[in-house]
């Protein structure tokens, strides 16, 4: 069964550093997602893409972060300066349909730990 | 979006039946009803969604109130693996396309 993977499983990151998270999402999947889970609180949506360009963004998705799909396979997330806030479960989805009928199938995650 | 209201826990015995509840007093007509699970250490998981009549698929059931103001997940029976924090989020027509979770509800299995 397809699937959407994550890579790394672990970054382990200094404060200020920037980092990328990499997401493969399903290969016919069109719109693509990216949430985080702050350890121990709710799953926070953080932005929506599609047709090389954001359709949606949090509150959270400040200047300092940014995605992009760098090719026809990989969907990245940056953040440009890390905060100790940041450290989080980084959860990449895809979805073949838009819409409120239709599910969104996610990663395994990213574990992220600024320090 | 409108509001769920499910218990903050439930335990369940394995191969068992075990029924989630979930409140939407607020539910508008064009609301879809969607669960999802979270497996400890794992990445949301779609389940099963509806919008007024009841679903089946390979993992559960979906019971929907007549006046759609509840919903109640059923897994017809339940294993190990089935130990989750499940979400019953709604979702407009025509709204966001991002999920919002709440806190949703774990469900322990016990052997």
């Known amino acids: 069964e397809p699937e959407v993977t994550q890579t790394p499983s672990h970054q382990v990151t ?23 889970q702050i350890l121990g609180q709710k799953v926070e949506f953080l932005v929506s893409f599609y047709n090389n360009e954001i359709s949606e963004k949090s509150e959270i998705f400040d200047d300092q972060f940014s995605v992009e799909r ?27 349909r838009s819409g409120t009928s239709y599910e969104q199938y996610f990663g395994p995650g990213t574990r992220l730990t600024v320090t | 979006d409108a509001k769920t209201t ?20 607020t539910i508008s007509g064009t609301d879809y009803i969607h669960w999802y699970r979270q497996l400890p250490s794992q990445g949301p998981e779609y389940v099963i969604h ?10 559960a059931s979906l019971a929907i109130a007549e006046d759609r103001k509840s919903s109640t997940l059923i897994l017809h029976r339940a294993t190990l693996r089935d130990a989750a924090v499940y979400y019953c989020i709604l979702r407009g027509a025509g709204g966001s396309e991002k999920l919002v979770f709440g806190k949703g509800m774990k469900l322990t299995v016990n052997p």
Request: proline share 6%; with cysteine.
């Open chain 1, 14 to 36: 200094q404060m200020g550093q920037e980092v990328i998270l990499r997401c493969v999402p399903i290969s016919n999947h069109l719109y693509f997602y990216w949430y985080r």
């Open chain 2, 6 to 25: 499910q218990p903050n826990s439930m335990e369940s015995n394995e191969e068992e039946p075990v029924h989630l509840p979930c409140n939407h007093s």
């Open chain 1, 70 to 96: 760098p090719d026809g396979s990989n969907f990245t997330l940056k953040i440009r300066s890390t905060k100790l806030e940041d450290s989080a479960m980084y959860f990449c989805a895809s979805s073949d």
């Open chain 2, 50 to 59: 509806g919008l007024t009549s009841n679903v089946n698929n390979r993992m």
